[in-house]
Protein backbone atom coordinates (compact mmCIF):
# COMPACT_ATOMS: atom_id res chain seq x y z
CA UNK A 1 0.00 0.00 0.00
CA UNK A 2 0.94 3.44 -0.58
CA UNK A 3 2.15 5.41 2.58
CA UNK A 4 -1.46 7.36 4.24
CA UNK A 5 -2.81 4.63 2.49
CA UNK A 6 -5.18 2.89 5.24
CA UNK A 7 -7.32 -0.68 4.65
CA UNK A 8 -11.02 0.45 5.42
CA UNK A 9 -13.08 -3.17 4.73
CA UNK A 10 -12.68 -6.39 3.07
CA UNK A 11 -15.34 -8.40 1.67
CA UNK A 12 -15.91 -11.92 0.04
CA UNK A 13 -17.65 -11.28 -2.99
CA UNK A 14 -18.33 -12.81 -6.56
CA UNK A 15 -16.54 -10.56 -9.29
CA UNK A 16 -19.07 -10.71 -12.74
CA UNK A 17 -16.10 -11.02 -15.46
CA UNK A 18 -17.64 -9.84 -18.86
CA UNK A 19 -14.69 -11.97 -20.36
CA UNK A 20 -15.36 -15.22 -18.20
CA UNK A 21 -17.22 -16.80 -15.87
CA UNK A 22 -18.24 -15.47 -11.94
CA UNK A 23 -15.60 -15.61 -9.71
CA UNK A 24 -15.62 -15.88 -6.17
CA UNK A 25 -12.85 -13.92 -4.71
CA UNK A 26 -12.14 -11.31 -1.79
CA UNK A 27 -12.34 -7.65 -2.35
CA UNK A 28 -10.07 -5.25 -0.15
CA UNK A 29 -11.04 -1.47 -0.27
CA UNK A 30 -8.63 1.15 1.26
CA UNK A 31 -9.11 4.80 1.34
CA UNK A 32 -7.46 5.13 -2.25
CA UNK A 33 -8.55 1.97 -4.09
CA UNK A 34 -10.75 -1.22 -4.38
CA UNK A 35 -8.77 -4.15 -4.76
CA UNK A 36 -10.28 -7.87 -5.85
CA UNK A 37 -8.20 -11.00 -5.91
CA UNK A 38 -9.79 -14.18 -6.64
CA UNK A 39 -9.51 -17.43 -4.35
CA UNK A 40 -11.20 -20.20 -6.52
CA UNK A 41 -9.46 -20.53 -9.68
CA UNK A 42 -6.66 -21.57 -11.26
CA UNK A 43 -5.34 -18.43 -13.43
CA UNK A 44 -5.38 -15.59 -11.30
CA UNK A 45 -8.26 -12.76 -11.74
CA UNK A 46 -7.31 -9.04 -10.13
CA UNK A 47 -8.76 -5.87 -10.03
CA UNK A 48 -6.69 -2.59 -8.80
CA UNK A 49 -9.46 0.53 -9.44
CA UNK A 50 -8.34 3.65 -7.70
CA UNK A 51 -11.52 5.44 -6.21
CA UNK A 52 -11.04 8.19 -8.03
CA UNK A 53 -11.33 6.43 -11.31
CA UNK A 54 -15.59 5.64 -10.08
CA UNK A 55 -17.59 7.78 -12.04
CA UNK A 56 -20.96 6.15 -10.25
CA UNK A 57 -21.75 3.21 -8.07
CA UNK A 58 -24.87 1.37 -7.74
CA UNK A 59 -26.98 -1.19 -5.97
CA UNK A 60 -28.35 -3.91 -8.46
CA UNK A 61 -31.22 -6.34 -7.82
CA UNK A 62 -33.43 -6.24 -4.45
CA UNK A 63 -34.47 -7.93 -1.25
CA UNK A 64 -36.82 -10.51 -3.94
CA UNK A 65 -33.80 -10.60 -6.64
CA UNK A 66 -33.64 -14.70 -6.98
CA UNK A 67 -31.66 -15.13 -9.82
CA UNK A 68 -28.09 -16.26 -9.77
CA UNK A 69 -25.59 -13.19 -9.42
CA UNK A 70 -28.56 -11.03 -9.69
CA UNK A 71 -27.54 -8.95 -6.40
CA UNK A 72 -24.91 -6.54 -5.91
CA UNK A 73 -23.29 -3.96 -7.19
CA UNK A 74 -22.48 -2.24 -10.40
CA UNK A 75 -19.08 -0.04 -10.96
CA UNK A 76 -18.70 2.75 -13.93
CA UNK A 77 -15.35 3.57 -14.14
CA UNK A 78 -13.92 6.78 -16.01
CA UNK A 79 -11.53 4.99 -17.81
CA UNK A 80 -13.85 2.55 -20.05
CA UNK A 81 -14.31 -0.08 -17.67
CA UNK A 82 -17.73 -1.14 -15.73
CA UNK A 83 -17.33 -3.58 -12.98
CA UNK A 84 -19.82 -6.18 -11.46
CA UNK A 85 -20.64 -8.15 -8.13
CA UNK A 86 -22.47 -10.11 -7.02
CA UNK A 87 -23.02 -10.32 -3.00
CA UNK A 88 -24.85 -12.29 -0.53
CA UNK A 89 -28.42 -10.81 0.60
CA UNK A 90 -27.80 -11.57 3.98
CA UNK A 91 -25.67 -9.78 6.56
CA UNK A 92 -25.54 -6.12 4.72
CA UNK A 93 -22.44 -6.94 2.82
CA UNK A 94 -23.60 -4.75 -0.03
CA UNK A 95 -24.32 -2.01 1.94
CA UNK A 96 -21.29 -1.96 3.79
CA UNK A 97 -19.33 -2.31 0.60
CA UNK A 98 -21.51 0.36 -1.26
CA UNK A 99 -21.66 3.29 1.92
CA UNK A 100 -17.71 3.18 1.72
CA UNK A 101 -16.69 3.57 -1.85
CA UNK A 102 -19.93 6.35 -1.94
CA UNK A 103 -18.06 7.89 0.72
CA UNK A 104 -14.24 7.83 -0.09
CA UNK A 105 -14.74 7.66 -4.23
CA UNK A 106 -16.83 10.98 -3.78
CA UNK A 107 -15.28 13.01 -0.82
CA UNK A 108 -16.42 16.15 -2.42
CA UNK A 109 -19.91 14.87 -1.60
CA UNK A 110 -19.01 14.21 1.76
CA UNK A 111 -16.74 17.85 2.49
CA UNK A 112 -13.80 15.65 2.52
CA UNK A 113 -10.33 16.20 0.93
CA UNK A 114 -10.43 14.56 -2.52
CA UNK A 115 -6.43 13.78 -2.14
CA UNK A 116 -5.30 11.84 0.79
CA UNK A 117 -1.43 12.17 -0.42
CA UNK A 118 0.11 15.45 0.61
CA UNK A 119 4.01 16.61 -0.18
CA UNK A 120 5.40 19.42 -2.00
CA UNK A 121 5.07 19.52 -5.20
CA UNK A 122 7.82 19.97 -8.01
CA UNK A 123 6.49 22.41 -10.10
CA UNK A 124 7.99 23.75 -13.55
CA UNK A 125 8.05 27.14 -14.60
CA UNK A 126 9.20 27.86 -18.06
CA UNK A 127 7.60 30.78 -20.42
CA UNK A 128 7.46 29.32 -23.51
CA UNK A 129 9.41 31.42 -25.25
CA UNK A 130 13.29 31.80 -25.67
CA UNK A 131 14.48 35.09 -26.25
CA UNK A 132 11.74 36.76 -24.28
CA UNK A 133 11.54 39.36 -22.59
CA UNK A 134 12.97 41.54 -25.63
CA UNK A 135 11.95 45.01 -26.82
CA UNK A 136 9.06 43.60 -28.31
CA UNK A 137 7.70 41.41 -25.53
CA UNK A 138 7.83 42.00 -21.79
CA UNK A 139 6.86 40.28 -18.81
CA UNK A 140 4.25 41.64 -16.35
CA UNK A 141 2.94 40.34 -12.58
CA UNK A 142 -0.20 42.24 -12.71
CA UNK A 143 -1.70 38.78 -12.02
CA UNK A 144 0.61 37.62 -8.86
CA UNK A 145 -2.36 37.69 -6.73
CA UNK A 146 -4.73 36.54 -9.47
CA UNK A 147 -6.76 39.83 -9.30
CA UNK A 148 -6.89 40.27 -12.79
CA UNK A 149 -7.90 36.52 -13.74
CA UNK A 150 -8.29 34.15 -11.45
CA UNK A 151 -7.97 31.24 -13.80
CA UNK A 152 -4.63 32.43 -15.51
CA UNK A 153 -1.27 32.20 -13.88
CA UNK A 154 0.57 34.96 -11.80
CA UNK A 155 3.26 35.42 -14.97
CA UNK A 156 2.36 36.76 -18.58
CA UNK A 157 3.87 37.73 -21.46
CA UNK A 158 2.15 40.34 -23.16
CA UNK A 159 3.39 43.00 -25.91
CA UNK A 160 5.83 45.56 -24.97
CA UNK A 161 3.81 48.75 -25.82
CA UNK A 162 1.15 47.11 -23.83
CA UNK A 163 0.59 48.96 -20.18
CA UNK A 164 -0.50 47.55 -17.31
CA UNK A 165 -3.77 49.61 -17.15
CA UNK A 166 -4.29 48.55 -21.25
CA UNK A 167 -4.58 44.87 -19.78
CA UNK A 168 -7.17 46.00 -17.14
CA UNK A 169 -9.13 47.25 -19.65
CA UNK A 170 -8.80 44.80 -22.55
CA UNK A 171 -9.80 41.90 -19.77
CA UNK A 172 -13.50 43.84 -19.45
CA UNK A 173 -14.17 42.52 -22.84
CA UNK A 174 -12.87 39.72 -22.47
CA UNK A 175 -14.38 36.27 -21.34
CA UNK A 176 -13.59 35.81 -17.66
CA UNK A 177 -10.94 38.43 -17.91
CA UNK A 178 -8.63 35.80 -20.18
CA UNK A 179 -7.09 38.17 -22.47
CA UNK A 180 -4.27 37.74 -24.88
CA UNK A 181 -1.06 36.62 -23.60
CA UNK A 182 2.28 34.85 -25.21
CA UNK A 183 2.15 30.62 -25.21
CA UNK A 184 4.81 30.50 -27.83
CA UNK A 185 7.70 32.46 -29.56
CA UNK A 186 9.29 31.84 -32.45
CA UNK A 187 12.96 32.67 -32.11
CA UNK A 188 13.81 32.91 -35.74
CA UNK A 189 10.81 35.07 -37.16
CA UNK A 190 9.70 36.38 -34.17
CA UNK A 191 6.01 34.92 -34.87
CA UNK A 192 3.79 34.10 -31.70
CA UNK A 193 0.65 32.21 -30.68
CA UNK A 194 -1.25 33.98 -28.40
CA UNK A 195 -4.33 32.54 -26.74
CA UNK A 196 -6.98 34.11 -24.89
CA UNK A 197 -10.97 33.91 -24.44
CA UNK A 198 -13.88 34.71 -26.84
CA UNK A 199 -14.67 38.62 -27.50
CA UNK A 200 -17.72 40.05 -25.27
CA UNK A 201 -19.58 41.35 -28.35
CA UNK A 202 -22.71 40.60 -27.75
CA UNK A 203 -26.25 41.13 -30.21
CA UNK A 204 -25.78 44.54 -30.35
CA UNK A 205 -22.12 43.90 -32.34
CA UNK A 206 -19.94 45.88 -29.21
CA UNK A 207 -16.62 47.58 -29.48
CA UNK A 208 -13.64 48.21 -27.61
CA UNK A 209 -11.07 50.07 -28.78
CA UNK A 210 -8.44 48.82 -26.40
CA UNK A 211 -8.69 45.26 -27.28
CA UNK A 212 -8.62 46.10 -31.01
CA UNK A 213 -5.25 48.48 -30.38
CA UNK A 214 -3.86 45.39 -28.10
CA UNK A 215 -4.21 42.71 -31.28
CA UNK A 216 -2.32 45.48 -33.68
CA UNK A 217 0.53 45.48 -30.94
CA UNK A 218 0.55 41.72 -31.14
CA UNK A 219 0.80 41.96 -34.84
CA UNK A 220 3.10 44.83 -35.15
CA UNK A 221 5.69 42.98 -32.93
CA UNK A 222 6.88 40.88 -35.63
CA UNK A 223 5.79 43.44 -38.69
CA UNK A 224 3.43 40.97 -40.10
CA UNK A 225 0.82 42.85 -42.18
CA UNK A 226 -2.04 40.58 -41.20
CA UNK A 227 -2.97 38.79 -37.48
CA UNK A 228 -4.62 35.02 -37.94
CA UNK A 229 -7.26 34.59 -35.42
CA UNK A 230 -7.55 31.08 -35.37
CA UNK A 231 -11.67 30.84 -33.45
CA UNK A 232 -11.98 27.04 -32.67
CA UNK A 233 -15.40 27.18 -32.86
CA UNK A 234 -17.58 26.13 -35.66
CA UNK A 235 -18.91 29.97 -37.06
CA UNK A 236 -22.32 28.67 -35.85
CA UNK A 237 -21.50 28.11 -32.66
CA UNK A 238 -19.88 31.55 -32.73
CA UNK A 239 -22.94 33.21 -33.56
CA UNK A 240 -25.02 31.75 -31.40
CA UNK A 241 -22.72 32.80 -28.59
CA UNK A 242 -23.68 36.26 -29.29
CA UNK A 243 -27.41 35.80 -27.66
CA UNK A 244 -25.03 34.97 -24.33
CA UNK A 245 -22.76 38.22 -24.57
CA UNK A 246 -19.77 36.87 -26.24
CA UNK A 247 -18.86 36.43 -30.12
CA UNK A 248 -16.16 36.93 -32.36
CA UNK A 249 -13.87 39.22 -34.05
CA UNK A 250 -15.39 41.25 -36.72
CA UNK A 251 -14.10 42.27 -40.39
CA UNK A 252 -15.09 46.14 -39.15
CA UNK A 253 -13.85 46.41 -35.49
CA UNK A 254 -10.36 44.08 -36.20
CA UNK A 255 -9.39 45.41 -39.89
CA UNK A 256 -5.92 43.87 -39.57
CA UNK A 257 -6.83 40.42 -38.63
CA UNK A 258 -8.27 37.55 -40.75
CA UNK A 259 -10.49 35.25 -38.73
CA UNK A 260 -10.63 31.51 -39.14
CA UNK A 261 -12.99 28.77 -37.84
CA UNK A 262 -12.07 25.52 -36.93
CA UNK A 263 -15.02 23.73 -36.43
CA UNK A 264 -14.10 21.66 -33.83
CA UNK A 265 -17.14 21.10 -31.54
CA UNK A 266 -17.84 21.68 -27.95
CA UNK A 267 -17.70 19.91 -24.75
CA UNK A 268 -21.34 18.01 -24.77
CA UNK A 269 -20.22 17.12 -27.91
CA UNK A 270 -16.97 14.99 -27.09
CA UNK A 271 -18.08 13.21 -24.19
CA UNK A 272 -21.40 11.91 -26.44
CA UNK A 273 -18.89 10.59 -28.64
CA UNK A 274 -16.36 8.95 -25.85
CA UNK A 275 -19.22 7.89 -24.35
CA UNK A 276 -20.51 5.96 -27.93
CA UNK A 277 -16.51 5.20 -27.90
CA UNK A 278 -16.59 2.93 -24.41
CA UNK A 279 -20.30 1.26 -25.48
CA UNK A 280 -18.42 -0.60 -29.01
CA UNK A 281 -14.85 -0.95 -27.08
CA UNK A 282 -16.47 -2.50 -23.58
CA UNK A 283 -16.34 -5.46 -22.59
CA UNK A 284 -16.81 -6.96 -26.33
CA UNK A 285 -15.61 -5.62 -29.78
CA UNK A 286 -18.44 -6.63 -32.42
CA UNK A 287 -16.06 -8.10 -35.37
CA UNK A 288 -18.68 -7.93 -37.89
CA UNK A 289 -19.81 -3.77 -38.06
CA UNK A 290 -16.57 -3.00 -36.25
CA UNK A 291 -15.63 -0.41 -38.72
CA UNK A 292 -19.38 1.07 -39.22
CA UNK A 293 -19.48 1.02 -35.44
CA UNK A 294 -16.46 3.02 -34.71
CA UNK A 295 -17.50 5.85 -37.61
CA UNK A 296 -20.65 5.99 -35.86
CA UNK A 297 -19.09 7.55 -32.93
CA UNK A 298 -17.31 10.24 -34.83
CA UNK A 299 -14.53 10.00 -32.50
CA UNK A 300 -11.80 9.73 -35.06
CA UNK A 301 -13.23 12.37 -37.06
CA UNK A 302 -12.96 14.74 -34.07
CA UNK A 303 -9.17 13.80 -33.33
CA UNK A 304 -8.77 14.88 -37.30
CA UNK A 305 -10.47 18.44 -36.31
CA UNK A 306 -8.12 19.17 -33.56
CA UNK A 307 -5.25 18.05 -35.32
CA UNK A 308 -6.07 19.83 -38.53
CA UNK A 309 -6.33 23.00 -36.95
CA UNK A 310 -2.86 23.01 -34.67
CA UNK A 311 -1.58 21.75 -37.89
CA UNK A 312 -2.98 25.24 -39.21
CA UNK A 313 -1.63 27.40 -36.36
CA UNK A 314 2.00 26.06 -36.38
CA UNK A 315 1.82 26.10 -40.31
CA UNK A 316 0.98 30.20 -39.82
CA UNK A 317 3.60 30.64 -37.42
CA UNK A 318 6.54 28.72 -39.23
CA UNK A 319 5.77 31.07 -42.30
CA UNK A 320 6.41 34.46 -40.08
CA UNK A 321 2.52 34.79 -38.85
CA UNK A 322 1.62 35.70 -35.83
CA UNK A 323 -1.57 34.08 -34.46
CA UNK A 324 -4.51 34.09 -31.85
CA UNK A 325 -6.32 31.20 -30.57
CA UNK A 326 -9.46 31.16 -28.57
CA UNK A 327 -12.80 29.11 -28.16
CA UNK A 328 -15.69 30.33 -25.80
CA UNK A 329 -13.36 30.83 -22.55
CA UNK A 330 -10.30 29.57 -24.02
CA UNK A 331 -9.30 26.59 -21.34
CA UNK A 332 -10.59 23.21 -23.39
CA UNK A 333 -10.20 23.83 -27.57
CA UNK A 334 -7.80 26.70 -26.97
CA UNK A 335 -5.19 24.55 -24.66
CA UNK A 336 -5.59 21.49 -27.22
CA UNK A 337 -4.54 23.77 -30.56
CA UNK A 338 -1.89 25.63 -28.69
CA UNK A 339 -0.17 22.37 -27.35
CA UNK A 340 -0.29 20.49 -30.03
CA UNK A 341 1.20 23.42 -32.47
CA UNK A 342 4.06 23.71 -30.31
CA UNK A 343 4.78 20.18 -30.06
CA UNK A 344 4.71 20.72 -33.97
CA UNK A 345 7.02 23.32 -33.86
CA UNK A 346 9.04 22.99 -31.00
CA UNK A 347 11.06 19.64 -30.48
CA UNK A 348 12.13 20.71 -26.64
CA UNK A 349 8.31 19.70 -26.00
CA UNK A 350 8.72 16.59 -27.31
CA UNK A 351 11.28 15.59 -24.88
CA UNK A 352 10.49 13.94 -21.68
CA UNK A 353 10.98 16.91 -19.45
CA UNK A 354 9.68 19.45 -22.07
CA UNK A 355 6.51 17.37 -22.44
CA UNK A 356 5.94 17.73 -19.16
CA UNK A 357 6.70 21.54 -19.04
CA UNK A 358 4.12 21.81 -21.53
CA UNK A 359 1.42 20.44 -19.35
CA UNK A 360 1.88 22.54 -16.60
CA UNK A 361 2.38 25.51 -18.34
CA UNK A 362 -0.46 25.29 -21.19
CA UNK A 363 -3.06 23.08 -19.46
CA UNK A 364 -2.38 23.18 -15.51
CA UNK A 365 -1.13 27.00 -15.93
CA UNK A 366 -3.61 28.44 -18.07
CA UNK A 367 -6.51 26.96 -16.43
CA UNK A 368 -8.31 23.65 -18.28
CA UNK A 369 -10.84 22.98 -15.81
CA UNK A 370 -9.69 19.68 -14.88
CA UNK A 371 -11.71 19.15 -11.69
CA UNK A 372 -14.94 19.75 -13.28
CA UNK A 373 -14.17 17.88 -16.82
CA UNK A 374 -13.22 14.92 -14.62
CA UNK A 375 -15.44 14.94 -12.34
CA UNK A 376 -13.47 14.45 -9.21
CA UNK A 377 -14.61 13.35 -6.04
CA UNK A 378 -18.40 14.56 -7.55
CA UNK A 379 -20.70 11.97 -7.15
CA UNK A 380 -22.75 13.65 -10.13
CA UNK A 381 -22.33 11.51 -12.67
CA UNK A 382 -23.83 12.89 -15.25
CA UNK A 383 -22.77 16.72 -14.88
CA UNK A 384 -22.76 18.21 -17.70
CA UNK A 385 -19.04 19.91 -17.49
CA UNK A 386 -17.66 16.57 -17.69
CA UNK A 387 -15.91 15.82 -21.12
CA UNK A 388 -13.19 14.12 -22.18
CA UNK A 389 -10.56 17.25 -23.68
CA UNK A 390 -7.52 16.25 -21.88
CA UNK A 391 -7.72 12.33 -23.19
CA UNK A 392 -8.61 13.90 -26.73
CA UNK A 393 -5.51 16.13 -26.54
CA UNK A 394 -3.36 13.02 -25.33
CA UNK A 395 -4.85 10.46 -28.26
CA UNK A 396 -3.83 12.98 -30.92
CA UNK A 397 -0.93 13.25 -28.88
CA UNK A 398 -0.05 9.95 -29.74
CA UNK A 399 -1.36 9.91 -33.20
CA UNK A 400 2.19 12.21 -33.92
CA UNK A 401 4.08 9.88 -31.75
CA UNK A 402 2.42 6.98 -34.43
CA UNK A 403 3.65 9.18 -37.50
CA UNK A 404 6.80 10.41 -36.01
CA UNK A 405 7.90 7.64 -34.19
CA UNK A 406 11.95 8.77 -33.65
CA UNK A 407 10.60 12.53 -33.11
CA UNK A 408 9.40 12.10 -29.35
CA UNK A 409 11.79 11.27 -26.52
CA UNK A 410 8.62 9.76 -24.28
CA UNK A 411 7.29 6.56 -25.27
CA UNK A 412 3.51 5.09 -25.37
CA UNK A 413 3.84 4.27 -21.70
CA UNK A 414 3.97 7.79 -20.55
CA UNK A 415 0.87 8.77 -22.21
CA UNK A 416 -0.90 5.81 -20.37
CA UNK A 417 0.29 6.67 -17.23
CA UNK A 418 -0.48 10.16 -17.49
CA UNK A 419 -4.56 9.27 -18.36
CA UNK A 420 -4.51 6.78 -15.55
CA UNK A 421 -3.50 9.45 -13.24
CA UNK A 422 -5.32 12.10 -14.34
CA UNK A 423 -8.26 9.94 -12.51
CA UNK A 424 -6.29 8.11 -9.99
CA UNK A 425 -6.70 11.39 -7.79
CA UNK A 426 -2.87 9.85 -6.77
CA UNK A 427 -1.19 13.30 -7.47
CA UNK A 428 -1.95 16.47 -7.37
CA UNK A 429 -0.95 17.50 -10.66
CA UNK A 430 -4.70 17.03 -12.25
CA UNK A 431 -6.75 17.74 -9.39
CA UNK A 432 -7.87 21.68 -9.81
CA UNK A 433 -9.32 23.71 -12.45
CA UNK A 434 -6.56 26.40 -12.34
CA UNK A 435 -3.54 27.17 -10.44
CA UNK A 436 -5.34 29.65 -8.11
CA UNK A 437 -7.77 26.75 -6.90
CA UNK A 438 -4.90 25.07 -5.68
CA UNK A 439 -5.25 25.47 -1.93
CA UNK A 440 -2.14 23.07 -0.76
CA UNK A 441 0.75 21.42 -2.45
CA UNK A 442 0.31 18.20 -3.18
CA UNK A 443 2.46 15.09 -4.70
CA UNK A 444 3.40 15.86 -8.25
CA UNK A 445 3.06 13.49 -11.19
CA UNK A 446 6.42 14.32 -12.13
CA UNK A 447 8.02 13.55 -9.33
CA UNK A 448 6.83 9.88 -9.78
CA UNK A 449 8.06 9.97 -13.47
CA UNK A 450 11.30 11.11 -13.05
CA UNK A 451 12.37 8.99 -10.42
CA UNK A 452 12.90 6.61 -13.12
CA UNK A 453 12.74 7.65 -16.66
CA UNK A 454 14.22 4.63 -18.35
CA UNK A 455 10.71 3.63 -18.09
CA UNK A 456 9.42 6.24 -20.08
CA UNK A 457 12.35 6.55 -22.82
CA UNK A 458 11.68 6.35 -26.27
CA UNK A 459 14.54 3.90 -28.13
CA UNK A 460 14.29 5.32 -31.23
CA UNK A 461 14.20 8.98 -30.44
CA UNK A 462 16.62 11.20 -32.72
CA UNK A 463 16.67 14.46 -31.80
CA UNK A 464 16.40 17.44 -34.71
CA UNK A 465 16.02 20.94 -33.51
CA UNK A 466 14.75 22.94 -36.15
CA UNK A 467 12.39 20.25 -37.62
CA UNK A 468 8.63 20.93 -37.75
CA UNK A 469 6.36 18.40 -37.73
CA UNK A 470 3.14 18.62 -40.26
CA UNK A 471 1.33 15.15 -39.23
CA UNK A 472 -1.69 13.82 -41.70
CA UNK A 473 -4.68 14.75 -40.15
CA UNK A 474 -6.56 12.21 -42.68
CA UNK A 475 -8.99 9.71 -41.67
CA UNK A 476 -6.85 7.32 -43.84
CA UNK A 477 -3.76 7.94 -41.25
CA UNK A 478 -5.54 7.97 -38.33
CA UNK A 479 -6.26 5.18 -36.33
CA UNK A 480 -8.40 4.07 -33.07
CA UNK A 481 -5.56 4.09 -29.69
CA UNK A 482 -6.69 0.63 -28.95
CA UNK A 483 -3.71 -0.43 -26.48
CA UNK A 484 -5.53 2.54 -24.34
CA UNK A 485 -9.11 2.33 -24.98
CA UNK A 486 -9.48 -1.60 -25.41
CA UNK A 487 -7.00 -2.82 -23.19
CA UNK A 488 -8.88 -3.82 -20.31
CA UNK A 489 -10.01 -6.32 -22.82
CA UNK A 490 -7.66 -9.66 -22.55
CA UNK A 491 -8.65 -10.87 -26.00
CA UNK A 492 -7.19 -7.78 -27.22
CA UNK A 493 -4.04 -7.72 -25.11
CA UNK A 494 -0.63 -7.74 -26.82
CA UNK A 495 1.55 -11.04 -25.94
CA UNK A 496 4.20 -8.91 -24.48
CA UNK A 497 4.64 -5.77 -22.26
CA UNK A 498 5.36 -3.18 -24.97
CA UNK A 499 7.46 -1.27 -22.14
CA UNK A 500 9.91 -4.50 -21.47
CA UNK A 501 10.62 -4.67 -25.14
CA UNK A 502 11.33 -1.10 -24.96
CA UNK A 503 13.84 -1.67 -22.28
CA UNK A 504 15.23 -4.45 -24.23
CA UNK A 505 15.49 -2.48 -27.67
CA UNK A 506 17.63 0.40 -25.17
CA UNK A 507 20.13 -2.17 -23.50
CA UNK A 508 20.83 -3.56 -27.34
CA UNK A 509 21.16 -0.24 -28.24
CA UNK A 510 23.94 0.97 -26.05
CA UNK A 511 25.81 -2.13 -26.89
CA UNK A 512 25.61 -1.08 -30.29
CA UNK A 513 26.93 2.34 -29.62
CA UNK A 514 29.71 0.76 -27.40
CA UNK A 515 30.93 -1.55 -29.66
CA UNK A 516 30.53 1.34 -32.51
CA UNK A 517 32.86 3.11 -30.12
CA UNK A 518 35.27 0.62 -29.80
CA UNK A 519 35.87 0.30 -33.08
CA UNK A 520 36.80 4.23 -33.61
CA UNK A 521 39.23 3.92 -30.99
CA UNK A 522 40.81 1.15 -32.15
CA UNK A 523 40.70 2.22 -36.02
CA UNK A 524 42.38 5.90 -34.47
CA UNK A 525 44.97 4.28 -32.63
CA UNK A 526 48.55 3.94 -34.70
CA UNK A 527 50.01 0.15 -34.32
CA UNK A 528 52.68 -1.47 -36.42
CA UNK A 529 50.29 -3.88 -37.24
CA UNK A 530 47.49 -1.21 -38.95
CA UNK A 531 50.57 0.07 -41.20
CA UNK A 532 51.11 -3.32 -42.32
CA UNK A 533 47.29 -4.03 -43.04
CA UNK A 534 46.67 -0.78 -44.71
CA UNK A 535 48.90 -1.56 -47.09
CA UNK A 536 47.39 -5.09 -48.12
CA UNK A 537 44.99 -4.50 -50.96
CA UNK A 538 42.34 -6.44 -49.50
CA UNK A 539 42.50 -5.23 -46.30
CA UNK A 540 39.15 -3.12 -45.43
CA UNK A 541 39.49 0.95 -44.63
CA UNK A 542 37.98 2.13 -40.98
CA UNK A 543 34.96 3.47 -42.57
CA UNK A 544 34.42 0.12 -44.21
CA UNK A 545 34.87 -1.82 -41.36
CA UNK A 546 32.43 0.37 -39.61
CA UNK A 547 29.65 -0.06 -41.96
CA UNK A 548 29.26 -3.42 -41.60
CA UNK A 549 27.94 -2.90 -38.08
CA UNK A 550 24.58 -3.04 -38.55
CA UNK A 551 22.15 -1.66 -36.15
CA UNK A 552 18.40 -1.36 -35.80
CA UNK A 553 17.99 1.73 -35.52
Known amino acids: MLPGEERVID ?6 CPFNAAVKG ?3 ITNYRLYFKNTDSEM ?40 RFALKQEGHSRRDIFEIIFKYAFPLSHGMVSCAFTKVCVLFFCSGCQGVPNSEWRVTFINKNYELCDTYPTILVVPYKATDEDLKRVATF ?81 QNAELVFLDIHNIHVMRESLKKLKDIVYPNVEESHWLSSLESTHWLEHIKLVLSGAIQ ?20 RTAQLTSLAMLMLDSYYRT ?11 WIGFGHKFASRIGHGDKNHADQ ?17 KQFPTAFEFNERLLVVILDHLYSCRFGTFLYNCESARESNTVSLWSSVNSDTSLYINPFYTPESSRVLYPVASMRHLELWVTYYIRWNPRIQHQSPVEQRYKELLVLRDQYLKKLEELQLSDSAPSSTHLTNSSTPNAATPNQRITHLQTPF
Open 11 to 16: KDIIYI
Open 26 to 28: KVF
Open 44 to 83: PVTLDVPLGVISRVEKMGGASSRGENSYGLEITCKDMRNL
Open 174 to 254: RSRCRIPVLSWFHKENHAVIMRCSQPLVGMSGKRNKDDERYLDLIREANGTTKLTIYDARPNVNAVANKATGGGYEGDDAY
Open 313 to 332: VADKVSSGSSVVVHCSDGWD
Open 352 to 362: LRGFQVLLEKE
Open 385 to 401: DRSPIFVQFIDCVWQMT
